[in-house]
């Protein structure tokens, strides 16, 4: 059946909401495209006249999608090469959806997402739709086809699960950026003291190469662990400089949220180095290197130029 003006433009006013409900649920901006194409193409095929509430019903769909995506994450996850993150989305970026609570933008942080991996599909989407949405137990119920009651119960043990002691630092372009610079200027000062000082005794360093570029396979935990591991990571070598395709240029940006390094080469965009930063310093520090997990925001990047780089040559 053809899709009228209205019913296209129906989907198209959806679109956003949809596209910012996938990315939280399933932590890839890739794939959350994919995920709304697919409900699109559903939507294209219904009956579309015995729709009573379509926002509803496109919901319900795309959640369904997003689950049975959960499912096999799961499985696939087991045979990824070294440590998986999300993929990071740059401020302004309307995959990133609502960030008008305090909720609703801890939704989108890096460290939120990874911690979401935790929980279980159906424990995810209950907590996303509750915390980032503001949907009722009684919708949510309604989408999961759970009775209201369940959902309470599954909204709790997510909770549970994902509760933190410490809070985020909220950052805006300005804040980002002199937290970066204070990063940088540490990781490029060839000592480790300097770092050791920004980061929590307890803070976590984890990288994503995802097999297709070089990137340590487990987390490094421990200030003084991870500033070593920082130090010679921010040591220019001939090899470094040829994955980028010559000298890189490094930024402060926000990414999820917050404070992050980007590190532009001749090409493309080739690392992001997202900072969890809390008012006890620095408590995790997420390094996503896999190109499939870059594109977007290589494009986004490049689009919105030109920048003010922190370093116009490493």
């Excluded at 932590?27 to 409900?39: C, H, L, R």
């Excluded at 935990?221 to 090899?239: C, H, K, N, Q, S």
């Excluded at 930024?251 to 080469?265: E, R, S, T």
């Amino acid at each position: 059946m053809l899709l009228s003006t209205h019913e296209a433009d129906l989907f198209e006013a959806c679109r956003g909401r949809l596209e910012a409900i996938a990315y939280r649920l399933l932590g890839s901006a890739g794939d959350a495209e994919d995920a709304v194409q697919d409900t699109f193409l559903r939507w294209h095929a219904a009956d579309r006249e015995r729709i009573e509430t379509p926002e509803a019903w496109l919901t319900k769909v795309l959640t369904n999608i997003c689950l049975n995506q959960l499912t096999s994450a799961r499985a696939k996850r087991e045979t990824y090469v070294g440590q998986w993150l999300p993929e990071p989305v740059l401020a302004g970026d309307p995959m990133l959806g609502p960030a008008d609570t305090v909720e609703q933008r801890e939704s989108i942080s890096i460290a939120m997402l990874t911690v979401m991996e935790r929980l279980s599909p159906n424990e995810r989407v209950v907590y996303v739709l509750r915390e980032a949405f503001g949907y009722s137990h009684r919708e949510i119920a309604e989408i999961l086809d759970l009775t209201e009651s369940n959902c309470q119960q599954i909204y709790r043990r997510a909770k549970q699960h994902v509760t933190t002691d410490r809070s985020r630092t909220e950052v805006d372009a300005v804040a980002a950026r002199k937290i970066v610079e204070e990063f940088l200027a540490a990781a490029l000062s060839g000592d480790t003291e300097p770092l050791i000082r920004l980061l929590t005794d307890d803070a976590v360093s984890i990288a994503d190469g995802g097999g297709r570029m070089h990137a340590r396979k487990t987390p490094i935990v421990g200030a003084l662990d991870i500033a070593r591991y920082l130090r010679g990571l921010f040591r220019p070598t001939d090899a470094k400089r040829a994955i980028a395709g010559g000298n890189a240029a490094l930024y402060a940006v926000v990414v999820n949220g917050g404070p992050a390094l980007l590190i532009q080469g001749a090409e493309r965009v080739y690392g992001i180095i997202c900072l969890d930063a809390t008012p006890d310093g620095v408590t995790a520090i997420h390094l996503q290197v896999n190109p499939d997990k870059l594109e977007r925001i290589t494009r986004r990047w490049a689009a919105a130029g030109p920048h003010r780089p922190l370093v116009e040559s490493w």
